[in-house]
Structures are given as structure tokens and as C-alpha cells.
């Protein structure tokens, strides 16, 4: 929702606490400086997963000097873990940096992204199956509903549960492995090229006149 980021930062500010922001699923899928520079929102610390290694077995956390030389050695906080710096997960975290360094590499991702998700509402309507989908940056979200907008828990109550779940299956049996949870976000990568995104919608059709 507009504003919650930034209630967050004046709360913890107010109150002296430590805000994180959890970028395991954002970080460099909504912009290269994850939903802090997209939002416009510094946190004091950040956590990130397995996109810094592209997609090797690595997690990160990084923010302010302040709070980070609390970490040893400079500080008294001990940190370490089995593949820290593997350097198998590193060379490959930063080639994946410099690829989506590249100029128009967002600008591109999320021109995809967007047409996958206009695609999925223009089959909803189609075949008479309420659909609602939206993106920021690569992740996006698909809910059947014939709700505007999913804004909160209530909002989710109205979303056909079962029916996703069908349409899991059908979308499996036309080759589309979507994530089986209702409620999971999905991404689209530079990997996937507008015939994926044609083909995935393809699917989309299909599926929905089975379990229509």
C-alpha cells in the first residue's frame, strides 16, 4: 500500500529501532537496488538470497557502517556460515550483476513481465474466468478474482482457491509449471523470450477452457 514503507522508517525512527528490509525475493528483480531504490526507502539493513550468486547457494546482508562494524572482526558480533565467499557462487554473482547492469536490461524485463500479465487478464476475460494480475519490476501475482485489486487479507478472501488449483494442474498438463501456492509470486527472467511469454499464454487459454 502507498505510504507503508515509509510509516515503517518513521516508526523505527522514532522509536529507535532497527528497520530490515527482507530483499531474498525483491533484490535485483524490481531494480538493481531491489524495492529500497524502487520504493525509494532506505532500510538500516538489507537481506538478500541466492540471486546474488545467480542463483548458486549464498545469502547476504549488507546496510549501514554503523550497524555493520558490530560484525567481526571489527566488532564483537561473530558471523560465519559453511559457503560464505564460495567462490564458485561469487564469480557467478558477479556476472549475474554485470548482465543486469547492462543499459535497458529493467526496462526490458519489465516490458515482459507486463505483457505476460495483461496477457493472463485478456484470457480471464475470454473464457469468463475472473482474473486479476499484476507485476512490479520481473514478480507478479495471479489471483482468481473478480476483485480490482488485492490490498489485504480480506481482499484475499474473495480469490477462488480451488479453481487455482485446478488451473495448476491444467497449466502442468500444457507444460507450464506455475508456483502451486494461490498466494506465491512468480518471475519472469531475462531468460524468457516474448515466444516463452506467447507460449505461456497459449497455455493460459488452453487451461482455462478445461476447467472452465
Not at 507444460?175 to 519472469?188: D, H, I, K, N, T
Request: charged share 15%; glycine share 12%.
Amino acid at each position: 500500500l502507498p505510504g507503508f514503507l515509509e510509516a515503517l522508517r518513521a516508526n523505527c525512527d522514532h522509536h529507535g529501532a532497527l528497520l530490515i528490509f527482507d530483499e531474498v525475493m525483491t533484490g535485483f528483480r524490481v531494480a538493481i537496488g531491489g524495492a529500497q531504490q524502487r520504493f525509494g526507502v532506505t532500510p538500516d539493513l538489507s537481506t538478500f538470497g541466492k540471486v546474488i550468486g545467480g542463483g548458486m547457494p549464498v545469502g547476504a546482508f549488507g546496510g549501514k557502517q554503523q550497524w555493520m562494524d558490530l560484525i567481526a572482526p571489527v566488532g564483537p558480533v561473530y558471523q560465519a556460515g559453511t559457503l560464505s565467499g564460495n567462490p564458485v557462487a561469487m564469480a557467478a554473482g558477479l556476472k549475474t550483476l554485470e548482465i543486469v547492469s547492462r543499459p535497458g536490461f529493467y526496462e526490458q524485463l519489465e516490458q515482459r513481465t507486463a505483457q505476460l500479465v495483461s496477457g493472463l487478464e485478456a484470457c480471464g476475460r475470454a473464457a469468463s474466468v475472473p482474473i486479476m494480475a499484476r507485476n512490479v519490476g520481473s514478480m507478479f501475482g495471479l489471483f482468481l478474482t473478480d476483485h480490482s485489486e488485492i490490498n489485504g487479507f480480506e481482499d484475499l478472501q474473495h480469490c477462488d482457491v480451488q479453481g487455482f488449483g485446478k488451473f495448476f494442474h491444467a497449466m502442468l498438463d500444457h507444460g507450464v509449471y506455475l508456483a502451486p501456492s494461490a498466494y506465491e509470486a512468480g518471475f519472469v527472467s531475462a531468460a524468457h523470450t516474448e515466444h516463452d511469454i506467447e507460449s505461456t499464454l497459449e497455455a493460459v487459454k488452453q487451461a482455462l477452457t478445461a476447467i472452465r
